[in-house]
């Protein structure tokens, strides 16, 4: 609700832009009209059109970012597009040329039909809709950006409609006030160009520290755990990407979850209907699942994915969820949405779901079919549906395990009738990987290697995608990384090409963790791990020994340092002492 407000006033106030002159005089030409028949079905048409056509351009930008390693470039690319048209006027008047030609030949279409009539009066707002496109720039692209990177939905057309609408009510209110609103808005006009212009320099600035990687070092220096929360916290504010949000809640939303006297009832919100769960590639450890089969249960979706670090670190409550609460009408359903090319792969989930000990049905969702139908845009992320498939709460990330856990029992109860006086927290058995992380020490975060979204690499060589190129070390400083050897930087990993080659990281953190893959050949890779040039001993990971030695035989998620003493900034380096290696992100703890 609260974007849908926030875009009907952006659209009520571009009235203070002159981008909305060529608007103003099919308005005012019309003043003397009677509303109903002139301006309202102008004003129709003008949102109807806008509405339309900006939805047909977030449904292209959407096919366009999901093609994989162009996604960034194509998003920063159309930011970067709109925020030109806030400079610059007559930047925006030459991009939307071909938008104004032919919303100049709707009008004179208009003109030459009946005046007053209220055809002719939709006609001439169909024009003004596609005359008025400069004036869009900066909601225009936070909606179709957003709709790129989330898919393009009902949700997009409505807020774009709700955009037009708010600069329909100001220019309603325009024409039936008159000369007086419009000698008020002329006092405006330069204040409005002003903070157009500011707005566009913003937003370039913005688009070119995302683009140099060099907004990631000001992250770099903050407490990870403080941006989890803020993050979290404005996700519930704004409502976040859920089902939750965007699904029409029923009529018996508004009332409580059991009105029957007597009974037990949660004061949990009902944020939604449970979405539909058709669409998987394939069910695995159980299912296929279906609201209808589950309808009467208590359910708990996880969606995740094996090589994430904090969906790992999540399992170990999800699944003691699962074995605790199973005889009590709590059904969990796991959702694997894949995200490198390696977690698509049937057998590494498999394997995957066995070395998790995982009990409960995992469907495979690789063409992100079922992350759709929940609207979700986080990994891991938990959505709780009652018995009577209404989504009652959901948590994105890591953390909050006891709040999690209470939502179960709450639901659990309501569907009993009745709490239960003594319901007691479950203590889940965790090791390695899925140990909490040391979030007060914590200083580094989540790094990748593929150059579609490599940050912070300091070889002096600078990377060249897609080809072999030898690289040497440099010296990284905090939360910076180079590569040693011949390696091939593709867009999601550093494929090494000859033995011998080495990766270097600084970093400020209790766990370091890599993820590797043996590459196409599937061979085995042996590496060694050093810590400021020294083996790491006892800070040796689960995944080597103390001399630092292992082995890459699977693409997953491996432990390379699990410090014991003080955390400070260390050099960690991995050398391989095999070719064909894939490394694709660090990630830490």
């Known amino acids: 609700m609260t974007l849908f407000v926030i875009s009907y006033l952006a659209g009520v106030l571009t009235i203070l832009s002159p981008c909305i002159l060529p608007v103003l005089p099919f308005v005012f030409a019309r003043s003397d009209q009677p509303f109903s028949r002139s301006t309202l079905p102008m004003l129709i048409g003008m949102v109807a059109t806008f509405a339309s056509i900006a939805t047909l351009a977030a449904v292209g930008g959407s096919w366009a970012v999901h093609v994989n390693e162009a996604g960034r470039a194509v998003a920063l690319a159309l930011l970067a597009l709109f925020s030109v048209t806030l400079l610059s006027r007559r930047a925006a008047a030459v991009l939307t040329a071909p938008v104004v030609r032919l919303g100049s030949d709707l009008s004179d279409r208009a003109g030459r039909q009946a005046a007053g009539a209220a055809g002719s009066s939709l006609l001439l707002g169909m024009a003004t809709g596609l005359l008025w496109a400069p004036c869009a720039g900066p909601i225009l692209g936070l ?20 955009y037009a609408a708010g600069a329909a009510t100001s220019l309603a209110v325009a024409a039936l006030a008159g000369g007086s609103v419009l000698a008020a808005m002329k006092r405006w006009l330069g204040v409005g160009e002003r903070l157009r212009q500011g707005l566009g320099l913003a937003m370039l600035a913005a688009l070119a520290a995302v683009a140099l990687g060099s907004d990631t070092g000001l992250l770099a220096r903050l407490s990870f755990a403080t941006t989890t929360k803020l993050e979290q916290a404005l996700v519930d504010g704004l409502g976040g990407a859920t089902a939750s949000t965007g699904a029409v809640q029923d009529a018996d939303a508004a009332r409580s979850a059991d009105a029957t006297p007597g009974r037990y009832r949660s004061r949990l919100p009902v944020e939604g209907r449970f979405p539909s769960l058709d669409g998987a590639v394939q069910w695995l450890n159980g299912g296929p699942q ?134 007691r927290l479950t203590a889940p058995g965790a090791h390695g990987a899925e140990l909490a992380p040391d979030l007060r020490r914590l200083r580094s975060g989540e790094t990748y290697l593929g150059h579609a979204k490599a940050e912070n690499f300091v070889s002096p060589e600078g990377v060249e995608p897609d080809a072999a190129r030898d690289y040497t070390s440099g010296q990284p400083r905090l939360n910076e990384w180079s590569l040693a050897g011949n390696w091939t930087v593709l867009p999601e990993q550093a494929g090494l090409n000859r033995a011998g080659g080495a990766i270097t990281y600084r970093f400020r953190a209790r766990d370091l963790h890599l993820v590797l893959g043996p590459g196409p050949a599937g061979r085995p890779v042996r590496f060694v791990v050093t810590l400021d040039g020294e083996a790491p001993g006892a800070d040796h990971g689960a995944d080597v020994d103390r001399s630092g030695h292992g082995v890459v035989s699977e693409a997953r998620l491996y432990q390379l340092v699990r410090q014991t003493g003080d955390v400070g900034e260390r050099t960690f380096a991995i050398r391989f002492l095999d070719p064909g290696v894939e490394a694709f992100a660090f990630t830490f703890g």
């Open 290 to 423: 279906t609201v209808y089969q589950l309808r009467g249960k208590v359910v708990l979706v996880h969606f995740w994915t094996y090589s994430c670090i904090n969906c790992i670190r999540t399992i170990p409550f999800v699944r003691a969820w699962a074995e605790t609460y199973r005889d009590k009408g709590l059904v969990v359903i796991g959702v694997h949405a894949p995200e490198f090319a390696f977690e698509r792969n049937l057998d590494n989930v498999s394997s995957a779901i066995q070395k998790f000990s995982l009990s409960y049905p995992v469907a495979v969702d690789n063409d992100f079919r079922l992350w759709r139908a929940f609207r979700n845009s986080y990994w891991p992320a938990l959505y709780f549906i009652d018995a009577e498939g209404r989504v009652r709460h959901h948590h994105f990330g890591e953390g909050e395990y006891a709040r999690s856990e209470r939502v179960i029992q709450d639901l659990l109860a309501e569907a009993a009738g009745h709490r239960n006086a003594d319901a």
């Open 143 to 162: 909606v179709l950006t957003g709709a790129a990177l989330r898919g393009a939905d009902v949700e997009t057309t409505l807020l774009l409609a709700t």
